[in-house]
């Protein structure tokens, strides 16, 4: 059940593009997205129900396609402090039940 | 300030002691979770709680205790029954714990077995 992220690591120069994927093999309501800085906490970025939506978090967008069970973190124009592990959180069931984590992607921006 | 601690931030421990880790939020959430982060491993959920005086087991719930007497504290015991206890922990919550509201981390506990 737990989501698939892709790719594992990326390494990008400043003002470069990345797009990190997260695919599930069950049905999504939701899709959550985090970052988390070495030795730090996640940090929450967004929430994408089903439907389909697009959001924006400054120049750091995603998609979520419910047909395809799939989510896109867009990442645009990319600055030394988007650095690190990005994780995809889905639901695990229909109920109110804890997220399951993808296993991260490692982003690392350099100069 | 909202939020939610986590104390010590490291922590030394002998083999075949139990240790319990702190959590406490202020954000009067009332689901709150655990998760053990090892490398190249994700978050992975040890127990959780959506109402005091009630948890349940997550998927590696195995060496771990937790208890749930008021909202705000969560704490987690690691026994010496966990045979690999060495890694970053997290506390989270969420104000309902619905599948829409958005979960937030403590600083994280990091253990280490001497």
């Known amino acids: 059940q737990q989501p698939v992220q892709s790719p594992q690591a990326v390494i990008l120069r400043e003002g470069e593009d990345a797009v990190i994927n997260c695919s599930s093999s069950?049905?999504?309501?939701?899709v959550h997205w985090y970052r988390q800085k070495h030795g730090e906490a996640p940090v929450f970025l967004m929430i994408?129900?089903?439907?389909?939506e697009q959001k924006g978090h400054d120049k750091i967008s995603a998609s979520f396609n419910e047909k395809k069970q799939q989510s896109s973190l867009y990442l645009t124009a990319s600055q030394l402090s988007y650095s690190g592990t990005y994780f995809c959180?889905?639901?695990?069931?229909?109920?109110?039940?804890?997220?399951?984590f993808g296993k991260g992607t490692r982003l690392s921006v350099i100069a | 300030d909202g939020g939610i601690t986590q104390s010590p931030k490291y922590l030394f421990r002998k083999e075949g002691q139990n240790v319990t880790l702190s959590c406490e939020q202020n954000?009067?959430?009332?689901?709150m979770y655990w998760y053990r982060q090892d490398p190249g491993q994700g978050l992975r959920l040890i127990y959780y709680?959506?109402?005091?005086?009630?948890?349940q087991k997550g998927d590696i719930a195995e060496g771990y205790s937790v208890s749930r007497e008021k909202k705000e504290s969560f704490p987690l015991t690691v026994t010496s029954a966990q045979k690999n206890p060495t890694a970053f922990y997290l506390c989270?919550?969420?104000?309902?714990?619905?599948?829409?509201?958005?979960?937030?981390f403590g600083p994280g506990t990091r253990l280490t077995v001497l």
């Open positions: 989270a919550s969420t104000f309902r714990g619905a599948r829409t509201d958005t979960q937030y």
């Open positions: 069950k049905a999504l309501y939701s």
């Open positions: 994408l129900l089903k439907g389909g």
């Open positions: 959180g889905t639901e695990r069931n229909s109920g109110n039940t804890p997220l399951v």
């Open positions: 954000l009067n959430h009332d689901a």
């Open positions: 709680s959506q109402i005091v005086n009630d948890f």
